[in-house]
């Protein structure tokens, strides 16, 4: 889990970047200054630092970040905002993909970013913790594994084609000799 700061979602217009234009580099400016140019390698960054007025560019490769994460926030009104975001340890390099109100195109595009971008999904609850949404080991999703052969349970280690056939029984043993027979002219 990783605590974050501050709310992204904070009386923020509606925009969204479409995960599908990503074959080709997605070029956003924010707000505030900074440019993003977004493609399945990762982001690059370029803005102006606001102290000493100095260009900055910086690439965050896909796996400097820890998820695509969703946060939702209420409105005073009882209305809801989301906002999907491509989520970094570091508050400032958090990149905003979404922030709208309808939840049913949030939920698709949180999954379609994150299956493009390769990253695992996050939610962040109301202490500004980013949990994942389901349990992954890299690419792979860990859950209990299913039980298989359910019928073996009971009889502990027989093959299956052995479990109806009686197991022998040793009785007393004889020895039998004889003499070689050698066919000679």
Known sequence: MVKTTQSAVAAIAPMRLDPYAI???????????????IDRMGVCLKKILRKSGLPLSMALPTKSFKGVAAR????????????????HHDRELCVLLLVADNLDDIAADWHSWSRLMKLPMLIVDADNIAAPVRNELG???????????????????????????????IGDVQKITANEIIARN
């Open 23 to 37: 074959a080709e580099r997605i070029f956003y400016a924010h707000e505030d200054g900074t440019t993003y140019a």
């Open 72 to 87: 939702v926030k209420e409105n005073s009104d009882g209305t809801f905002q989301a906002s999907l975001e491509l989520h």
């Open 139 to 169: 690419q792979v999703m860990v859950e209990t594994p299913i039980e298989r052969r359910k019928r073996l349970r009971m009889i502990k280690h027989r093959p299956w084609f052995l479990r109806h056939r009686k197991t022998g029984m």
